[in-house]
Every structure is written in structure tokens, then in C-alpha cells.
């Protein structure tokens, strides 16, 4: 069985000067609760103004940093590599579940394996041709052919 006592059985046990005293701290705290209500209202503004700005400048500045496929195809520019040529190494990469194109261009070694599975994963028609794509690219890039390398 609960025992359950009433506010008013307290007041009544108490006495008068108690219940003055009780009175005062109810008066008290409904006086605390409105600032507590307004600092916490204010509060909760200036975390959505700080989260707004936040948010905008993170979507200001999301793609500025260093991206993996920037940075290949500013390597593949600078390696003189043609628009076809870089994306041939983008599906090879992509196919080949890589990181990077930028992974390719690493040795002669990586890029024939990868682009020799990439290859063999297509249709017969099209295979001859990404394979003598990649050889005349392999050339380029690790033998200096085009690039005015004497080699």
C-alpha cells in the first residue's frame, strides 16, 4: 500500500509560519522560472544562429580542400594526357574499385594489371582497342614519348 499524502495534509501538520515559509519559496521559484524560461529560449536562438553559419560556411568551402580527382587530373595535365586519356584511367580506377586514378599513373606495373582486368571484363569489340589505348598511354607516361623526354 503507497502512502500517499496530500499537499494540504503537509500544510495543516506544519502550521501557519511554515506555511508562509512555503508560500515564499513557491512565490520564489515561479519568479526563477521566467528567467530560467528566457535564458533557455535565448539559448536555444543563438544555437541555431551559431548552427546557420556553420552550416553555410561548411557548405562554402566543402569542395575547396585538396580532392583526390583534382589532384589526378592536375598530374594528368601536367603529363600531358588528353581528356579520353584521363577518363579511360577514371573507369579503369573506378572499375578496378580503386582509390584514385592517381593510383594508375604510380608504375607501368599497376596500370597493365588493372587496365588488363578493366579489359578483360568488356566486350571482345571494344577490348583490342582500350588495350592499345593503354599501351600507347603506358609509353607516354612512363617513357617519356610526347612528353620531350629523350629516351
Known sequence: MALMI?????VAALGDARLEHLQAIRHHWN????PLTWAAATAAVAG???GAVALSRWLR????????LGVFRTVARAAGLSLAEQWLLVRVARAE??????????????LRVHATRYAA???????????????????????????????
Open 31 to 34: 519568479d526563477l522560472l521566467v
Open 121 to 151: 571484363a568488356l566486350p571482345a569489340s571494344r577490348r583490342l582497342g582500350v588495350l592499345t589505348r593503354v599501351r600507347h598511354l603506358r609509353g607516354r607516361v612512363f617513357d617519356g614519348w610526347g612528353l620531350g623526354v629523350e629516351g
Open 6 to 10: 496530500s499537499s494540504d495534509a503537509i
Open 61 to 68: 568551402t566543402r569542395g575547396q580542400g585538396p580532392q583526390p
Open 97 to 110: 574499385a580503386l582509390p584514385s586514378p592517381l593510383t594508375l599513373l604510380l608504375s607501368r606495373q599497376t
Open 48 to 50: 541555431g544562429v551559431l
